[in-house]
Nanobody, 125 residues
Framework: QVKLVESGGGLAQAGGSLRLSCEAS????????LGWFRQAPGKEREFVAT???????MYTDSVKGRFTVSQNNAKNTMSLQMNSLKYEDSAIYYC???????????????????WGQGTQVTVSS
């Protein structure tokens, strides 16, 4: 069983920055990815970014050049640095963990193996 705990959400002005963190415990598989999804009111959960055990990284197009995902050497803490925030970045941000074999359905259909509780990010225009 994997436990994911997010921190670092809050309120920022448009153009500002926030940094989210996710602490993962209980990871047993060596092929697990960590990542972020977000969900705005009335919308479906949306893929944001993932990082693999070998630091392979994927971003959704809308955050490329603004968001940076990283993880520590122990691969148990992941961060999302969000710069140049926009109003449309406002959402609940969820940390996820998923195996290589489930990565496809995780990214495309939000069917990931494990989810955190989420942290609110609000960007004021």
């Amino acid at each position: 069983q994997v436990k994911l705990v997010e921190s670092g959400g809050g309120l920022a002005q448009a153009g500002g920055s926030l940094r989210l963190s996710c602490e993962a415990s209980g990871r047993a598989a060596v092929d697990y990815f960590l990542g972020w999804f977000r969900q705005a009111p009335g919308k479906e959960r949306e893929f944001v970014a993932t990082i693999g055990r070998n630091d392979e990284i994927m971003y959704t197009d809308s955050v490329k050049g603004r968001f940076t995902v990283s993880q520590n050497n122990a691969k148990n803490t992941m961060s999302l640095q969000m710069n140049s925030l926009k109003y449309e970045d406002s959402a609940i941000y969820y940390c996820i963990s998923t195996a290589l074999r489930t990565y496809g359905r995780c990214q495309s259909r939000a069917q990931c193996d494990y989810w955190g509780q989420g942290t609110q990010v609000t960007v004021s225009s």
